[in-house]
């Protein structure tokens, strides 16, 4: 034990000596060990553990197949309620839905919350950590059941707080229970829960009623030993009689040939959305190569020690070490190694862990409001398992390549050994070689390589996306939603009057929804004087708008004018069209005048009025900045749909274009609201810059974590390179001073020296392209207009290795060139 404590100390104290060595190889190790082990806990809890609930794979997630990933999602209550006592495959079929309520405080504020029948929460194998859930017969009545953390942040974690009154959308609700600890909801952002009687106080009128209200998600338990196969086999009847039943349908639930089909899906499948988990495999897969990059590195610097240690190996043999001594030694080094990387590696896995769940905005679109979902319902922590593995690796990478030359060494004898011929390679004619040294230089670049070649075209991918024409300009716009609860039209006429006199504030408008919120508010459009086949899809997405909008964002006026202070209720109903509207259903038309019916009752009686396309604006994109602009039609909030003192779609979002700082003036608005009804409560208040940046984040994202592994990929090359030329120069000393003695010139032995990696450079460069036209077609789906086999993405790339190589070669080559023929003759 005395003896192997000397080694820990020596091999401590030689490490510390050689503390560049030390840190690359450590930092090899710790970046390839903590990105694969984060990364993969990722993918473990996404894709390979189960839902933590009892018996996880009964509960299925009840969708209409529609050829789509988990079909059609959402149902009418009354279909929902005839599926439920129609099918038998099921113990229990639940329904829910999320909303936002208005919790009063000294600050109203909006919780996200889950309407639930009362079977929801049995369903899913729940039990409540106070109190009970809702009873069947208590159903409308107003209860409300509060998420672990509401509990503990609003009441203090109060044991008492059963029946205590809460007042919720300004309505007083009787807490009824603490939901346990890790449950929030199917979101993962749930905070409270409200009983199903409740939503045509919650929602909307006639929520329960309504068959064509689409809005509630099912789900069900599968009774004990009936099979998902079953249950499926039993769904074309039972949604024959659901049809019979409920016959309300959307063309986007229905299959490809026009049926409706009901379709369970394993509710795990329905919590990860195909982006999100095919960007996760791709990481996996671009860390697992950075991984192999590291072991390579760690490899090929090991090795290089310890065949220039050969020496020192025969001296300590020819003294009286033990062959035991010298291996356990060497042992001691790599072990050394090994506990700081995974250490380092540690770290920096449970820091990237912390960033991905924490670096996830939420009222985004598109792949960014799935990822936020994701990580809001999965727990991910660090996978143990993994890092133990992963450290295992590396310690198996130290022994193999540090024992190996150890072993070797202690073999001959010590006149043997202190020939340099034995431990020395052939000076610089080894460059010309692809030794075992040199083919991890040559893994190392290949898979370099492969890395560069993702990352310039998720780069470019990226490039094109920040190009794209968005229809509007997001320099100098802020927004806020104003959650008002359905206000009388007068309301938002005085709010906007407010906001615009406001210090700072160049235009302000009034609207719906805003350009890159992913809300799509709509229906089928009925033409006047065109024929329309019921199953044609008339569909457009609507805006509700005040006159000022199209300044406050700056989408251009194409034809016609916009809308007026004047398009008031007695007046002509009007509408602006988008350019895509006006191309797809008047194609080669004049649409100024032309007239249409939406599907929306509004306040001219009970049949729809006409109404009248009175101008043609630039398409603005509403989803994702990589989607097509739908078609969009833009209604004047002062024609409202409903009535005045009940506007069924309020233009409760505020849109500013400014100059000022916009954190004073979000808190002035906030007072100008507070002034008019301090109930009113402001929710997502950002900048439409800030929303472009969110949009983009799953290219920006994956672009900057492939280029961040890529680069450093590269830079392990090019430690490579230089370990393998530096010390191949050191040990060519004297056939450099033969050389220069015999008449070579300085920059001759620099040609040679950096020359004379060529030949790993091109090996690794037809290794490396090769591999990464058949590794990249698996970008196809995270790129945007950008081809997999992008000519001069990979011309590029091959252009930046012989770069890097040459760079790694320079400073050995430039120090051959500088050494004294003397110097090397006298040495020898």
């Known amino acids: 034990m005395n003896s192997l404590l000397k080694d820990v100390r020596y091999a401590a104290r030689g490490l510390f000596r050689r503390p560049v060595f030390t840190a690359m190889i450590v930092l090899s190790l710790a970046l390839g060990i903590g990105a694969n082990t984060a990364i993969f806990s990722v993918v473990n809890a996404l894709l390979f553990k189960p839902l933590p609930y009892p018996e996880a794979d009964r509960l299925q997630a009840i969708t209409f197949d529609n050829g789509k990933f988990n079909g059609y999602q959402f149902w009418p209550y009354p279909k929902y309620t005839a599926f439920r006592d129609t099918q038998s495959s099921f113990e229990s079929v639940a329904a829910y839905a999320q909303l936002q309520l208005t919790i009063a405080s000294d600050q109203p504020r909006k919780v996200e919350a889950e309407i639930v029948t009362p079977n929801y929460f049995p369903l899913l194998g729940l039990k409540p950590s106070i109190g009970n859930f809702f009873p069947a017969e208590f159903e409308s009545e107003q209860l409300l059941l509060l998420s672990h953390r509401m509990w503990h942040r609003d009441f203090g974690g109060d044991t008492q707080v059963v029946g205590r009154s809460i007042l919720v959308n300004r309505e007083s609700f009787v807490i009824a229970g603490v939901l346990p600890p890790d449950f929030r909801g199917q979101s993962g952002t749930v905070e409270c829960w409200v009983p199903m009687g409740t939503a045509d106080r919650l929602r909307f009128k006639s929520a329960l009623s309504s068959n064509g209200a689409w809005w509630l998600k099912v789900v069900g338990r599968l009774k004990p030993g009936i099979s998902a196969q079953q249950a499926a086999a039993e769904m074309p009847i039972v949604s024959d009689r659901v049809a019979q039943l409920s016959p309300a349908q959307v063309a986007t639930m229905l299959t490809p040939a026009g049926k409706e089909l009901i379709k369970p899906v394993p509710l795990k499948d329905t919590k990860v959305d195909p982006a999100v988990r095919k960007s996760f495999l791709i990481l996996q897969g671009v860390v697992a190569l950075l991984l192999a990059i590291a072991c390579a590195n760690t490899a090929n610097l090991l090795l290089a020690r310890s065949i220039s240690r050969h020496k020192e190996f025969a001296i300590r043999l020819a003294i009286g070490g033990s062959r035991a001594r010298l291996l356990r030694l060497v042992l001691v080094e790599s072990v050394l190694f090994a506990l700081l990387g995974g250490t380092a590696g540690l770290l920096f896995a449970t820091w990237i862990i912390q960033w991905l769940n924490s670096a996830r905005p939420l009222n985004t679109v598109g792949f960014w409001s799935q990822y936020a979902q994701t990580f809001g319902y999965f727990s991910v922590t660090l996978d143990w398992s993994l890092l133990f593995f992963n450290f295992a690796l590396a310690l198996v990478v130290g022994l193999i390549f540090g024992l190996a030359p150890a072993w070797r060494a ?72 104003v959650d008002a609860d359905r206000r009388p039209l007068e309301f938002y006429e005085q709010l906007l009057e407010r906001v615009q006199a406001l210090p700072g504030v160049e235009k302000a408008s009034l609207s719906l929804t805003t350009p890159l919120s992913g809300d799509h508010n709509g229906g089928n459009l009925q033409f006047e004087g065109q024929t329309v086949d019921a199953s044609e899809k008339n569909l457009a997405d609507f805006n509700v708008v005040t006159p000022d909008y199209f300044e406050t964002m700056r989408i251009a006026l194409l034809k016609g004018r916009q809308l007026r202070a004047t398009d008031r209720i007695g007046s002509t109903r009007v509408a602006v069209i988008n350019h895509e509207l006006a191309s797809r259903f008047w194609p080669g038309l004049n649409p100024l005048g032309k007239r249409f019916k939406t599907p929306f009752r509004d306040s001219y009686g009970e049949d729809n009025s006409w109404i009248e396309v009175v101008g043609v604006v630039e398409d603005a994109k509403y989803g994702g900045a990589d989607e097509p602009a739908e078609p969009t039609l833009y209604l004047p909030a002062w024609q409202p749909l409903g009535t005045p003192q009940a506007v069924f779609y309020s233009p409760s979002t505020i849109t500013i274009r400014t100059s000022s700082e916009e954190r004073a003036l979000f808190a002035a608005i906030r007072r100008e609201v507070g002034q008019l009804d301090k109930s009113v409560v402001l929710s997502d208040s950002t900048t439409m810059r800030d929303r472009v940046d969110r949009v983009t984040a799953r290219y920006r ?97 091959g252009f930046l290795i012989v770069v890097v190589a040459l760079a790694g070669s320079f400073v050995p080559a430039w120090r051959a060139s500088r050494i004294s023929p003397m110097s090397a003759l006298r040495d020898e």
């Open 410 to 481: 202690s073999k001959p004898r010590l006149n043997e050994v202190l020939k340099r011929e034995q431990w020395r390679d052939a000076g610089l004619r080894s460059l010309r070689k692809v030794n075992l040294r040199g083919g991890l230089v040559v893994v190392e670049i290949a898979l370099a390589i492969i890395l560069l070649a993702g990352a310039g075209l998720l780069l470019k991918s990226f490039a094109r996306l920040s190009a794209q024409k968005l229809g509007f300009d997001p320099s100098g716009v802020i927004t806020t939603a």
């Open 701 to 797: 994202h994956s672009a900057f974590f492939v280029s961040l592994f890529a680069l450093v990929a590269v830079v392990l090359s090019v430690t490579g390179i230089y370990g393998v030329v530096s010390y191949t120069v050191s040990s060519g000393t004297r056939e450099v001073g033969i050389r220069m003695a015999l008449g070579a010139q300085r920059t001759e032995i620099f040609k040679l020296v950096a020359g004379s990696i060529l030949i790993i450079v091109i090996i690794s460069l037809f290794l490396g392209l090769a591999a990464s036209f058949a590794a990249t077609k698996v970008l196809a789906s995270q790129l945007y207009q950008t081809s997999v086999n992008d000519p001069f993405t990979f011309i590029g790339v």
